[in-house]
Nanobody, 113 residues
Framework: QVQLVESGGGWVQPGGSLRLSCAAS????????FRWYRQPPGKEREWVAT???????NYADAVKGRFTISRDNEKRMVTLQMDNLKIEDTGVYYC???????WGQGTQVAVSS
């Protein structure tokens, strides 16, 4: 059974950090690239970052230099380290497995003072 489970969301003040995790099962993890998306309140879902099978990464301009995406093929885990968080980073964050176009249920991130 294909499953993606995000965790690690929560509330943080501006300038703080959070580390999101995406645990994957039910498909060949090492063969898939992964993306993180987010959906701010009242807005469309937007792409945040991608990590490819060999490890190369891409980031949206809004998060470049502050967020880091990584993967652990043995643990079947994708992480998103978010530093220097801003109020505009608030939203529900989703993990996507590109190989099978599967999505997790999302994890809420709230940045406010």
């Amino acid at each position: 059974q294909v499953q993606l489970v995000e965790s690690g969301g929560g509330w943080v003040q501006p300038g703080g950090s959070l580390r999101l995790s995406c645990a994957a099962s039910g498909f060949p993890f090492s063969s898939s690239a992964f993306r993180w998306y987010r959906q701010p309140p009242g807005k469309e879902r937007e792409w945040v970052a991608t990590i490819f099978t060999g490890g190369p990464t891409n980031y949206a301009d809004a998060v470049k230099g502050r967020f880091t995406i990584s993967r652990d093929n043995e643990k079947r885990m994708v992480t998103l380290q978010m530093d220097n968080l801003k109020i505009e980073d608030t939203g529900v964050y989703y993990c996507n497995a590109m190989l099978i176009n599967s999505w997790g249920q999302g994890t809420q991130v709230a940045v406010s003072s």
